[in-house]
């Protein structure tokens, strides 16, 4: 069964600092997608890693994919209270399904 | 462009009854999945299907769930007999189908059950 951990589990942030959230698996995937989601809304993308090593940025938002695919990080540099959400990582292993992260709540105080 | 629409958005009702939730796919999407979550378990898949056709049901939790799509357009998740254990709120996503393309989420039908 794959599973994807992530860390923290939950962070409370001053507007302005830097975070960085993991998301770590011993099994290898063939994507890696980011969704963030606010509450009462569903999930939404922001981003897939496809090649091992790959970084994409999104403004503020950078993401890494490892090397061995088996795990990927999320920074954000000078956190915004709109940055505020669950983000939910997805390990994508070959068919349509998804194995999701149980996420990191991140809040950011003005 | 409509999303993906669940109905209802709230449902709250007593243990024994019959609960149905409703999902509109995004036209055109092939693939459609039903997912569940709490705080404890996270985001899980429930089952999804593929034109139609249920591909993998691996983690309906037991017999009391149901679901079915008897068309591209419309896809239903019941259970029967409800019990308070199933409180969650339930997610309908669509997609393409292709690699890699992402998962378009509804905005969740919020189940409480008494």
Redesign the interface.
């Known amino acids: 069964t794959q599973l994807l951990e992530q860390s923290p589990q939950f962070l409370s942030i001053q507007e302005g600092e830097n975070l960085t959230v993991y998301c770590n698996s011993s099994s290898v995937f ?2 890696l ?1 980011w969704y963030r989601q606010e509450p ?6 922001l981003v ?1 890693v ?1 090649t091992g090593g790959e970084v994409k940025k999104l403004k503020r938002l950078t993401f890494q994919f490892g090397d061995a695919r088996k795990d990927s990080s999320l920074h954000i540099t000078a956190a915004q209270p709109g940055d505020t959400g669950l983000y ?1 990582c997805a390990g ?1 292993g070959g ?4 194995v ?4 990191t709540k991140l809040t950011v105080n003005p | 462009d409509a999303g993906v629409i669940q109905s209802p958005r709230h449902e709250v009702t007593e243990m024994g009854q019959e609960v149905t939730l409703r999902c509109k796919p995004i036209s055109g999407h092939n693939s459609l999945f039903w997912y569940r979550q709490t705080m404890m378990r996270g985001l899980e898949l429930l089952i999804y299907f593929n034109n139609n056709v249920p591909i993998d049901d691996s983690g309906m939790p037991e017999d009391r769930f149901s679901a079915k799509m008897p068309n591209a357009s419309f896809s239903t998740l019941k259970i029967q007999p409800s019990e308070p254990r199933d409180s969650a709120v339930y997610f309908c996503a669509s997609t393409s189908g292709l690699r890699n393309q992402p998962q378009h989420f509804g905005d969740g039908t919020r189940l409480s059950i008494l």
């Open positions: 063939s994507s997608q009462g809304e569903g999930p939404v993308l897939t496809v939910l994508e068919s349509e399904k998804l999701f992260g149980k996420g």
